[in-house]
């Protein structure tokens, strides 16, 4: 085990080096960052003067390698627009992110599991076909769609739920917790059913092929020869044994969904990092951007890393190497 979360953690640092390298790549040839930081009227000199102080002045080998040492350190520079550390701006969005997210797949999965083993179990039947039928509309669908129709049809037409914003929030460990409210749930509702919809017909599809192909194993069958109930050999025979693709399908919609709600937070005008992304875009703010971009690329190799542990709890066969 020592071996292998050596081998991973040495992965791990040689993906997030070549994304680094891509981002500082990205973010050199996407406008000049100098006429962020000085007036219009600006002079030739103060541009230049600014352009030293920034040092965009040296060549591309000494920016990347101050910009590297920056990353290690912990330095991502200030917001152009905000004055303040981008590392802070992008960390007091997350939580906001995170729990809409979390949300979200919770719903995900109470539906999609026991739907999809139901529609494994019984794949003619008129219900399961229903089902496969809703899990492709919920893959169609485009999401911008999905978030206006429930606005129009649960904030507008209905007034039962907030079209906007996260609602009332409570402190927990320093954090701004909106999940701690009911006021926060009342919010949070309609975004979570509008990023939740897309993996729960994913999750769904996927569950119900793992259901199909391990019901034609012999354990299955031996399993119901021994007298075990339907729900003991599709749960606890079946079901474990299907989870290996779901658990990984899973991690990567999880990170795809904390690092791209930008959407959806649009929106419904959630204050998450997705909408912080898109003002910092439009507005050409780098240190904001590069933060982001570094930490959706640590939030995706720290989920692939733990979905690869999930592995062996869920079969032991399994072996790290």
């Given at each position: 085990?020592l ?6 953690l040495?992965q791990?640092?040689?993906?997030l080096?070549?994304v680094?390298?891509i981002?500082f790549?990205m ?8 006429f ?11 541009i230049?003067?600014a352009?030293r102080l920034?040092?965009l ?6 920016q990347?390698?101050?910009?590297l040492?920056?990353l290690l350190?912990?330095d991502?520079?200030?917001?152009y627009v905000?004055r303040q550390p981008?590392m ?6 997350m939580?906001?992110t995170?729990e809409?997210v979390?949300v979200?797949?919770a719903?995900a999965i ?7 083993v139901?529609?494994?179990?019984n794949?003619?039947?008129?219900i399961s ?18 978030g206006?129709?429930l606005i129009?049809v649960?904030a ?5 739920f907030p079209?906007?914003g ?5 402190e ?7 999940l701690?409210t009911?006021?926060g749930?009342?919010h ?5 059913v509008?990023l939740s919809?897309g993996?729960m017909?994913i ?7 793992g259901?199909m192909e391990?019901?034609r194993q012999d354990y299955?069958k031996f399993?119901?020869?021994k ?23 899973f991690?990567?919609?999880?990170g795809?969904?904390i ?8 929106i419904?005008s959630?204050?998450?990092m997705?909408?912080?992304l898109i003002?910092s875009?439009y507005?050409?703010d780098?240190?904001?951007i590069?933060v982001?971009l570094?930490?959706?690329a640590?939030i995706?190799v ?6 690869d542990?999930?592995?062996t709890?869920?079969d032991?066969?399994?072996t790290?190497?």
């Open positions: 085990m071996g292998y979360l050596l081998k991973r040495i791990m640092t040689l993906v080096w070549v680094s390298v981002v790549m973010m050199s040839f996407t406008g000049d960052p100098v962020m930081v000085v007036p219009i009227d600006a002079t030739d000199a103060e230049a003067q352009r920034l040092g002045d040296q060549s591309i080998l000494v990347y390698w101050k910009f040492t920056s350190q912990g991502f520079g200030r917001s905000f981008a802070t701006l992008i960390l007091e969005r939580p906001a995170v809409m979390l979200a797949m719903m109470v539906v999609a599991i026991p739907l999809g139901y529609a494994g179990a794949p003619d039947g008129r076909r229903t089902i496969m039928a809703g899990s492709l509309l919920g893959i169609s669908l485009p999401g911008f769609w999905v206006m129709v129009y649960f507008v037409s209905w007034g039962v079209s906007s996260r609602g009332d929030t409570a927990l460990f320093g954090l701004r917790i909106s701690l009911w006021d749930w009342h949070i509702i309609l975004p979570a509008t919809l993996t017909a999750l769904l599809r996927m569950t119900r092929a259901m391990v019901g299955m399993a119901r020869a007298g075990a109930t339907r729900r003991d050999v599709l749960y606890k025979h079946g079901l474990k044994n299907a989870l290996i693709p779901v658990v990984t399908i991690g990567l919609q999880l795809d969904l690092a791209f709600a930008t959407i959806t937070e649009t419904f959630w204050p998450g997705g909408k912080l003002d875009i507005r050409a780098r240190p904001v590069v982001y570094m930490l959706v640590l995706f720290v989920i692939n890393f733990l979905v542990i999930v592995y709890l869920i032991p066969r399994i790290l190497k």
